[in-house]
C-alpha cells in the first residue's frame, strides 16, 4: 500500500490550496482518511479526517473549522483537502493517513498508512 501526497506550496495568507492524496497498492477498503500536520516546534495534530465506512463523517481541527474541507472519491481512492483563507500559522508539513485493511494469508489486515509530507508555507 502506498500513500502519494500532493498539492502543497508558497501562498499567500488569505489564499488557497488543495492537497490530494491517492492510495494504491491490494487493497480490500479504505476505513478512513485524514491529514496531520507538523510545523516547527509544535506537535504533530490533527487537521482533518473523514471516515468512508458506515455512515461516514467528518472531524476537524478547531482552528481550521470552516476554512478547510474535507472530502473523499471512492472510485479514485483520493482524499483532497481544500484550504481556504490560510493564515501564516498553516504553515507546516502536511501528512495524509490511511486507515486501510488488506487481505494477508485469507484474513482482513486492519492497520494505519502513511504518505510522504507535503509542505505548505503561508506568508504573511
Known amino acids: 500500500v502506498q500513500l502519494q501526497a500532493s498539492g502543497g506550496g508558497l501562498v499567500q495568507a488569505g489564499g488557497s490550496l488543495r492537497l490530494s492524496c491517492v492510495a494504491s497498492g491490494d487493497i480490500f477498503s479504505i476505513n478512513g482518511m485524514g491529514w496531520y500536520r507538523r510545523s516547527p516546534g509544535k506537535q504533530r495534530e490533527l487537521v482533518a479526517e473523514?471516515?468512508?465506512?458506515?455512515?461516514?463523517?467528518?472531524e476537524y481541527l478547531d482552528s481550521v473549522k470552516d476554512r478547510f474541507f474535507i472530502s473523499w472519491d471512492n472510485a479514485k481512492k483520493t482524499v483532497y483537502l481544500q484550504m481556504n483563507n490560510l493564515k501564516p500559522e498553516d504553515t507546516a508539513v502536511y501528512f495524509c493517513y490511511a486507515d486501510i485493511t488488506i487481505i494477508e494469508n485469507t484474513s482482513p489486515k486492519r492497520g494505519n498508512y502513511w504518505g510522504q509530507g507535503t509542505l505548505v508555507t503561508v506568508s504573511s
Open positions: 473523514i471516515i468512508t465506512i458506515n455512515r461516514g463523517g467528518t
